[in-house]
Nanobody, 116 residues
Framework: QVQLVESGGGLVQAGGSLTLSCVAS????????MGWYRQAPGKQRELVAT???????NYAESVKGRFTISRDNAKNTVYLQMNNLKAEDTAVYYC??????????WGQGTQVTVSS
């Protein structure tokens, strides 16, 4: 099993920045890709960014150029640096991990609110 704990959410003005962190524990050796997803009220959960164990990164079009995903394997942590935040970035952000067995794990989520 893999456990994920997010932190770093909060309230920020439009144009501001936040950094989210996600610490993995448990069967961390089995983790392949990690990523961030978000869910706004009344909307489906959507991909924000993912990073594979070899370092390949993937971003949603809506965050390209503003968000950066990174991974510190020594700390079992994945980060999401969010710059130039917009009101439409307001959502609950969830950390995600996919293992080499194909299982998917989720964190409890952290709220990001961007005021315009």
């Amino acid at each position: 099993q893999v456990q994920l704990v997010e932190s770093g959410g909060g309230l920020v003005q439009a144009g501001g920045s936040l950094t989210l962190s996600c610490v993995a524990s448990g069967s961390i050796f089995s983790i392949n890709a990690m990523g961030w997803y978000r869910q706004a009220p009344g909307k489906q959960r959507e991909l924000v960014a993912t990073i594979e164990s070899v370092g390949f990164r993937n971003y949603a079009e809506s965050v390209k150029g503003r968000f950066t995903i990174s991974r510190d394997n020594a700390k079992n942590t994945v980060y999401l640096q969010m710059n130039n935040l917009k009101a439409e970035d307001t959502a609950v952000y969830y950390c995600n991990a996919v293992t080499n067995r194909g299982t998917t794990h989720w964190g409890q989520g952290t709220q990001v609110t961007v005021s315009s």
